[in-house]
């Protein structure tokens, strides 16, 4: 069973430009969070989804950002017009329904220049 | 509030056993964590108590839990050079519920 993958594992973007994140839950998981990490830090949780509904987005900056978890495919995290503040490790994790257990992909690294 | 609280750095001599702590603000705390984290990678679940528990061990790990005084342990016996990362800390309140961490503890081994 393959855990959960992201990518792409290192992302470079230009201030302006947008970045998008992929994230594929582990195999019979459906219920995905996002975390971000900045340097030296811990991870912060950011929007919690299940197939086709955001449940928990209290911690998405109200702007520029959005998640979401469509019927087929990934979960995609879209940071439009990245700015240098949004240089961070972003974190997917995945759990199955009811559990208190979320298991964490490899993250995916972004550099905004 | 939501807080979790852990120092940043510890060193410990191979061998030798690892205790790093850490506290919480929130008794309803529900799950407290501890994850792995090595250089470059996600994060690996260790372990996870929850609050009505005291201890558990497994394995080289023994996590202690002080409810009173809000304050989560991690022992690592035997440690060893494998063992250095950062681990951080965590907690959450329910089920399908989002994880607030720490800001991890670097564990460096001494030879």
């Known amino acids: 069973n393959a855990g959960v993958m992201q990518n792409p594992r290192h992302l470079v973007r230009r201030r302006g430009q947008e970045a998008r994140l992929r994230c594929s839950p582990m195999k019979g998981h459906s219920h995905v969070y996002w975390y971000r990490q900045l340097p030296e830090e811990g991870l912060k949780f950011m929007v919690y989804?299940?197939?086709?509904?955001?449940?928990?987005e209290s911690g998405m900056p109200k702007e520029r950002f959005s998640a979401e978890f469509p019927k087929e495919g990934p979960s995609i995290l879209r940071i439009q017009q990245v700015v240098r503040g949004d240089s961070a490790a972003y974190f997917c994790a995945s759990s199955p329904s009811g559990t208190n257990e979320q298991y964490f992909g490899p993250g995916t690294r972004l550099t905004v220049t | 509030g939501e807080d979790v609280e852990q120092s940043l750095f510890l060193s410990v001599r191979e061998g030798d056993s690892s205790v790093i702590n850490c506290t919480y603000t929130d008794s309803s705390s529900t799950y407290l964590y501890w994850y792995k984290q090595e250089p470059g990678a996600g994060l690996q679940l260790l372990t996870y108590i929850f609050s009505n528990m005291d201890m558990k061990q497994d394995q080289r790990l023994t996590v202690l839990l002080n409810k009173k005084d809000k304050h989560l342990s991690l022992r690592i016996a035997d440690t060893q050079t494998g063992d250095s990362a950062i681990y951080f800390c965590a907690e959450s309140f329910f089920r399908d519920d989002k994880i607030i961490f720490g800001k991890g503890t670097r564990l460096h081994i001494l030879p």
């Open positions: 989804l299940q197939k086709e509904n955001i449940i928990d």
